[in-house]
């Protein structure tokens, strides 16, 4: 795990595979323990706790982008198509036979990582651009052909299919405020990132660490690059199925719509400003991507409410009724520029300005 | 019989126009190993950079041409702020480079000329079918295919007789050789992107006659990835025939499935044919085949 401060000497393995090995560490984290678990939902306004929740569904979604492309080196364009199944899994299941939600939303992820294998099955072929090729099929036979004619006909509820309030639920506790939302995504969130980084520095994240900086140095060196690549699909698509079930909770109905071409991009665009290969990168990626069009939306809404600036520049209130589109422009934009400048993403500044200032006062 | 040479005689023309888009898309690939995922939105931009000039009172052919003066324009901008940056670094970070230009193209064309279905008003080309035998084509496929077959012409014969084009074939074969050659890089890359938002342009005008203009054409035009991938990566003929039979695959899928699904077959089909292709034959039938090393 690298860095130590100097007078911290560790006597047992167990000290050196702990997560958190100082105090300070152990202090910081309870902290953020407290403010997300406390403080937040506490304070925050409703509103802030809905963005919240968007920010934990892109993190729960962005996590099996990130295992794919950022450890495995399969890079992944239709991660959506995943998401989609696990979310009408879980749905399906609900409705029609009355399965409790987290069953449905375990079998939802089980569902998403089946799918996934059978479009990472190519992988055991291909790699590079065609593998993108295959995923962007997937993307377009699941969602746009299978669920929209197919899948949406079942129990024949039209296109959308509504979801009656209560029947969200765990338990005893039924889910339908944004509050109640905001715990379960915290639930899944840790969950989720506890299982990947264990899993990560296991063999299994070795050898997968392994394939993505070589695959056939790994061959050689004995690692089962088809079974490990296909056993990084399943659990990129466990991880999708999830996703798409935990939103399942927030929507008022799941239609095909909520998982278009367009968000797998969003997702590799999240993880590549966050930064490859490292899951401070999801969460930092998630943040941003959602923060930034929040905070845009605010600022041009202020703008539009001073008469004068709106003289200024008559195109104000157009932008405010065209965000949609804005927010795709300026998201193309800042992963263009992200890629340009800053290719490491915002986890690599992070981690120097940490470095900064443990090391503080001297820099080396 | 006749229902398939009717099936089969459309998608060649519209495969034409797939064929022309193509053959952009392998030439930046050839020329800078840039693997662009955003030619549906240069066809999108190309396309209503065309209408507008047409709105203007601009003659079609008039407007057409201007269309490639400027996607001439910004293809030269697009290279050199966006990919000239790129050079030499990772694959995946270019191809998703060339994700958020698709992502900034798209929204920009949405926010200047919105999300509405659009035609080309006046009609450019007449209504009245042609009959050949007894299958009958519309006039604006035939033009599409006329037009497409002139330029795919163009293209070609600047590849082979031009100063500019030999040395980007160069390039594209050997980079390190064409540059010891004193071959300009730069100009070559410039010059296959700039080639690129033409044929898009001049492709998505095109499609936006064939059935009026909105965003679904930048869709067509990432039908373009099956017929390349088809066609093997770094092949021009490969791009032209891929491109004509993923247009045949697509009609006939169209004409003969559709009545045993629900629909959408046609989105679909040319991608489900690309992912059985790739398993059989994982590049394409005129592609390099790449022997990996440590």
Known sequence: ?????????????????????????????????????????????????????????????????????????????????????????????????????????????????????????????????????????????????????????????????????????????????????????????LICILMLSNLLRSKIGRAWIAIRDNDIAAEALGVNIVLYKLLAFFVAGFFGGIAGAFWVSSLAAVSPEHFHFGWSLWLVGVILIGGTGSIHGIIFGAMFMTLIPEGLKALIFLLTQNPFLVELMPFLPLLLEKFLFVKEAVFGLSIALFLIFEPNGISYRWWQIKNYFNLWPFSY | MEFFSQLFITGILVGSIYALVALGWTLIYKCSGVLNLAMGELTLIGAYVCLSFYNWGIPFILALIFTLGVGFALGLLTEHLFLRPMVGEPVLSVIMVTVGLSFFFKGVVELIWGTDTVVFTPMVFPMEPIFIGKIVVGQVYLWAFVASIILLLAFVTFFKYTKWGLSMQATADDEMAALSLGVNAKIVYALAWAIAFMAAGVGGTLLGNINGLNISVGYLGLLVLPAVVLGGLNSVPGAIVGGLVIGVIQNLADGYLSRYTPGGVKEVFPFAVMVIVLLFKPYGLWGWVRIERV
Not at chain 1, 33 to 45: D, V
Not at chain 1, 60 to 68: E, N, R, Y
Not at chain 1, 98 to 120: D, N, Q, T
Not at chain 1, 147 to 167: C, E, K, M, N
């Open chain 1, 1 to 189: 795990m690298g860095y130590r401060p100097c007078g911290v000497y560790h006597q047992y393995y167990s000290q050196d595979h702990a997560w958190w090995q100082t105090k300070f560490v152990w202090g910081k984290m309870i902290l953020l323990f407290i403010t997300i678990f406390y403080l937040f939902p506490k304070f925050a306004g409703l509103y802030y706790i809905s963005v919240a929740n968007v920010i934990g569904y892109t993190i729960l979604s962005a996590m099996g982008v990130q295992l794919l492309i950022g450890y495995c080196g399969q890079v992944t364009l239709g991660h959506s198509a995943f998401l989609a199944v696990g979310a009408y899994t879980c749905t399906l299941l609900m409705l029609q036979l009355h399965l409790p939600y987290p069953i449905a939303m375990i079998l939802g992820g089980i569902a998403g990582g089946l799918w996934c294998v059978l479009f990472g099955l190519p992988s055991a072929r291909v790699k590079g651009f065609y593998l993108i090729m295959t995923t962007m099929a997937a993307q377009f036979i699941t969602v746009e052909f299978l669920i929209t004619q197919y899948v949406s006909q079942i129990g024949g509820r039209g296109v959308a299919f509504s979801i009656p309030p209560g029947t969200v639920k765990i338990g005893p506790w039924v889910i339908q405020s944004d509050r109640e939302v905001y715990y379960v995504m915290l639930a899944l969130v």
